[in-house]
């Protein structure tokens, strides 16, 4: 996932279990973004490799909790790179009684203890002011993030959290009023059982790229893509712009845009009967 002002680890990037259950995507565009700390973990700069394990014992920590997926939709380390947790168009396990209209992100680090980095606000700021500019939100001098401890009785995001959220909104206020915009990109989540299939329009150009991530579970699985041209019979041969059988084995992404010219599309996403149950998401990215 890529944003004009960050960059965002995907999934796959950190070895993602699929969700035990469909994402639930939210009903309206979330208008607030929650601010936490991990508490616990390792309290010091990781490498890349260090934080895709410590991401991963989080998503297995929360769904050993029944959340079905790991909670946060972005965590953010010290390093100040950023990895996706949930995709951006389903709901969060993060606040309670506000997850339904609240973007979750997670940092490194026990801040009742010890400070933020530099560089882990300086990327949170740049990720909070993308989502704005997703969103489509105001400039309102960042007002939008708010701490955990304003939804729950909770420290998080500890003391030193506290201080440094007027540092993050100025940050944010800042970008968002000088950038010119960044990517908008949301995610429309789906699971394939055996012959259980995803159809949806798509449209290709004016800057628009559309992505098919797929993962599986516990065995490799199969889909078949298809591109029907818009306004044609679908599901025969000579209508389909571009058709292929995929392998899945733990990960897979594909720029559906590459595969065929501009235009309009039924995109349709089959899987087999002898396939493992398929999970993943269609995203579209307007640039």
Not at 50 to 74: K, P, S, T
Not at 183 to 193: A, G, I, V
Not at 222 to 251: C, I, M, Q
Request: aromatic letters at 10%.
């Amino acid at each position: 996932m890529q944003f004009e002002l960050v960059d965002v680890g995907e999934r796959a990037s950190w070895g993602a279990r699929p969700p035990r259950r469909p994402w639930r995507p939210f009903s309206k565009p979330p208008r607030l973004v929650v601010f936490h700390h991990t508490v616990s973990g390792i309290g010091r700069v990781l490498g890349p490799e260090e934080e895709a394990f410590l991401q991963r014992e989080m998503q297995r920590h929360h769904m050993n909790l029944g959340w079905g997926d790991i909670g946060q939709h972005f965590t953010v380390f010290k390093s100040g790179r950023i990895l996706e947790g949930r995709p951006l168009g389903a709901v969060g396990v993060h606040a309670a009684g506000a997850n339904s209209y609240t973007i979750g992100i997670e940092h490194q680090g026990n801040f009742e203890v010890e400070e933020p980095t530099e560089a882990q606000l300086e990327a949170s700021a740049r990720l909070i002011a993308s989502l704005y500019r997703h969103f489509s939100w105001p400039d309102d001098g960042g007002e939008r993030l708010r701490p955990h401890r304003e939804f729950s009785r909770t420290a998080c995001p500890g003391r030193y959290g506290m201080v440094s959220l007027d540092h993050v909104r100025s940050i944010v206020s800042r970008l968002v009023s000088v950038s010119g915009g960044t990517d908008k990109s949301m995610r429309y989540p789906f699971q394939l059982e055996k012959n259980g299939a995803w159809r949806g329009h798509v449209f290709v150009g004016d800057g628009r790229s559309i992505w098919l991530h797929l993962y599986t579970l516990d065995r490799p699985g199969r889909v078949h893509l298809a591109l029907y041209r818009w306004g044609t019979k679908p599901f025969e041969p000579a209508n389909a712009a571009w058709r292929s059988w995929l392998d899945v084995s733990w990960g897979l992404s594909v720029e559906v845009s590459r595969l065929v010219p501009r235009g309009e599309y039924l995109m349709d996403v089959f899987a087999p009967q002898e396939s493992a149950t398929i999970y993943g998401d269609v995203e579209e990215i307007v640039r």
